[in-house]
């Protein structure tokens, strides 16, 4: 990987990028839940046991929110990682204890209209644990700059 | 809204909820963004002068996740909002100081299978700022469970 920012021009289809690990633990699975998805299965071990999830889960918006951080330390965009959309699948539950990391590739380019200033680059981001497997899939729609000419 | 919690057998296409409010300000903008989205435009209010976003906004995933806890809040379905999959597309910044609500219609309903337990709903959310502009849409695949018989 580059420390050079990206620009859409240095992207191609095909191009990959793997992020470094992030451990996901129970403490943090409770307090995302308490926060924004205040269900039993993502709050209270007993209570996990007894739903479709069998047991403590991370919310899918909480391994969602992790899986961006995880893109913007792997991801080197100029500008940044900028999102106009995203098609996510939850393929598995994420447990605590879980480490995961995120496999990305380019997908798709549409390059800068005449004159504009930035083109849409689809990601497709694979979220994987420890054991490898895949836990959610998402299809990023991204604004990704073009280089400034001159 | 019934508190009765709502089976597959009880959604019809076309049936709407709307959740109550929720406020962001600008020290959870940043604050998420600290975990999940470390990037300046949701971190600092100076350097996001500079950016595509022109001023601080809310991550998207902040928006989805604050999304998610209305809507644990306003669809009342047995056994939770469990989501397969969903498909995001972030129209409006979120500023600080925004309340947002969700408008949530059903918009297809895949009843259970011969002996399953549980069917699949689309529900089109709608996240609206106070001003009545829409800031994010999200079309999701909920898993709903069917009556228990007898």
């Known amino acids: 990987m580059t420390n050079n920012p990206l620009y859409v021009e240095d992207l191609h289809v095909g191009q990959r990028f793997v992020s470094g690990p992030a451990e996901i633990g129970a403490e943090e699975i409770k307090a995302f839940a ?5 269900q039993p299965f993502h709050l209270d071990d007993e209570a996990a046991k007894a739903t479709l999830f069998k047991g403590l889960a991370a919310s899918g918006w909480h391994t969602s929110a992790l899986t961006m951080r995880l893109n913007v330390e792997s991801l080197p965009l100029a500008g940044g990682v900028i999102g106009m959309g995203v098609e996510v699948d939850w393929i598995a539950p994420v447990r605590p204890g879980d ?6 590739e380019v997908v798709e380019i549409a390059p800068p209209a005449p004159g504009g200033r930035r083109g849409v680059v689809v990601i497709l981001g694979r979220t994987v644990n420890q054991k490898g497997e895949t836990v959610q899939t998402n299809k990023a729609r991204l604004l990704v700059s073009r280089r400034p000419s001159g």
Chains 1, 2 share one sequence.
């Open 34 to 38: 308490q926060a924004f998805d205040p």
């Open 99 to 104: 480490t995961l990391h995120v496999e990305s």
